[in-house]
């Protein structure tokens, strides 16, 4: 199935998977490199998928990228969840919508006026999706996500349980001595193969689209404010925040907790690291790994950490030196 090549006991029976410090006799693992040979020696897995550094004499599938090819292992032996297509009798679908074929609609779904659920999709429990939505085909919404009004997801999408995607940017303008609302009369528009984490939220636009390219994937609690533009395969982690108007261009990887002001453009392949601060209208070169706040090269970034850890050492050199020419002076 996974087109490698079998060393040793090929009637071996495997039922699971584990890492390779806890697997049993009856378990798939995998490694690799030099600290992968000592794990899998000392492992008690059944068989492991290893690269060619890994010596002969246990059950073993060699394969050039072990982690990938384990990923597709997991999929044979923990097969995904299948669903009974059809309408739970507590959800509401509005006769205006069009619902395709072996669609399964949850307990207590809400399914908006001219709204459109693709072949094969999955909607769970407690899910709105707003008045002319649209979710593409074979997508999987767990529980309680909530697509506004207008918002169009593509096909082969997975969103987990909080997502809420459509809801008003955050746009007030000052009139006098208070804020007042700034329409949000844009959409969201989500590519093909997209996966949003739970409790992610992604505003609509104040005009216009903002835009998520195709095989984005957001981990939990990710922010993406009004106007932003997602190139493909963008990959985020937890507890970001990105202000409105900002482009982040295909392949960029954003570490957890990173925080954008408004109209940043992180380039082609960049990558920041997690905790990492830009500033507004600021620009991430492609092809360079960012750290820190305010953001910079990481080389940069640590040759300033190296001398903020040797502060200590310098204060006291300098009391040293200022005693001495104290003395020196008759001070």
């Known amino acids: 199935m996974l087109g490698l090549v079998l060393e040793g006991d090929g009637e071996w029976e495997l039922t699971g998977a584990a890492s390779a410090e806890e697997a049993a006799a009856s378990d798939l693992s ?58 739970h009798p507590s959800a509401v679908v509005s006769p205006s919508a069009v619902v395709e074929e072996d669609v399964a609609i949850g307990p207590c779904a809400v399914i908006g006026e001219r709204a459109t659920i693709g072949a094969g999709s999955v909607i769970g429990a407690g899910c709105v999706i707003g008045d002319d939505a649209v979710v593409g085909a074979n997508s999987l919404l767990h529980p309680r996500v909530t697509l506004y009004d207008g918002v169009r997801i593509g096909a082969r999408a997975i969103l987990h349980s909080g997502v809420v995607v459509g809801a008003d940017g955050f746009g007030f303008v000052r009139v006098g001595p208070s804020y007042q609302k700034f329409p949000q009369v844009g959409t969201v528009a989500a590519g093909d193969d997209c996966e949003f984490g739970a409790n992610t939220t992604i505003d609509r636009a104040a005009l216009g689209v903002t ?113 001495k020419l104290g003395d020196q002076s008759g001070l």
């Not at 492991?48 to 999929?75: C, E, K, Q, W, Y």
């Not at 990887?253 to 830009?278: H, N, P, Y």
């Not at 991430?284 to 850890?309: D, M």
């Open 30 to 87: 995998f490694a690799w490199g030099r600290k992968g040979v000592v794990l899998g020696a000392a492992s008690k897995a059944g068989c492991l998928i290893v690269d060619d550094s890994f010596p002969n004499g246990r059950t073993l599938l060699r394969s050039p990228d072990p982690r990938g090819h384990f990923a597709m292992a997991l999929r044979l032996l923990y097969p995904a969840r299948t669903y009974r297509a059809g309408i």
């Open 211 to 323: 835009r998520i390219g195709n095989g984005v994937k957001l981990d939990n609690m990710v922010h993406i404010g009004h106007n932003c533009v997602l190139e493909d395969n963008v990959v985020i982690a937890a507890q970001t925040g990105i202000s409105g108007g900002c482009v982040i261009e295909k392949d960029a990887i954003i570490g957890g907790q990173v925080g954008m002001g408004d109209k940043v453009r992180v380039e082609t392949g960049a990558v920041l690291g997690s905790g990492s601060g830009v500033l507004t209208s600021k620009i991430v070169r492609g092809g360079e790994t960012y750290w820190g706040t305010p953001a910079r090269p990481l080389k940069e970034y640590l040759k300033q950490l190296a001398h903020v850890a040797n502060l200590g050492s310098l204060v006291e050199r300098v009391k040293r030196i200022e005693k």
